[in-house]
């Protein structure tokens, strides 16, 4: 066993992987901000819910959701769309 499984950490970095992936993703699709993309980003989203632990998986769709909130106003209207989308889809995911 790994210092890093010891005190948590890998839990912590495979959580934060999955994260990372999950944003990486809706932001090209965000970037792109055509609609035909909803599917990619739900697909990113279940993605995440399935490989982040049960403990996790709230928190980091609600830091994912606080970033689209926070590029909002950075975006072309095709894009903040989309993300309104993304942002629903997650509100639902959040109720689950």
């Not at 839990?11 to 035909?36: K, P």
Request: glycine share 6%; net charge negative; with cysteine.
């Amino acid at each position: 066993m790994s210092l890093l499984s010891v005190i948590g950490w890998d839990t912590h970095i495979q959580v934060m992987g999955h994260v990372d992936t999950c944003l990486e993703t809706l932001r090209r699709l965000i970037a792109a901000g055509d609609m035909n993309g909803i599917p990619l980003a739900e697909a990113a989203i279940e993605e995440y819910w399935a490989a982040t632990p049960v403990k996790a998986r709230k928190s980091g769709l609600l830091y994912i959701q606080q970033i689209l909130h926070d590029r909002r106003d950075t975006l072309s209207p095709q894009s903040r769309d989309f993300a309104a989308t993304v942002d629903a889809y997650i509100e639902k995911k959040l109720t689950t």
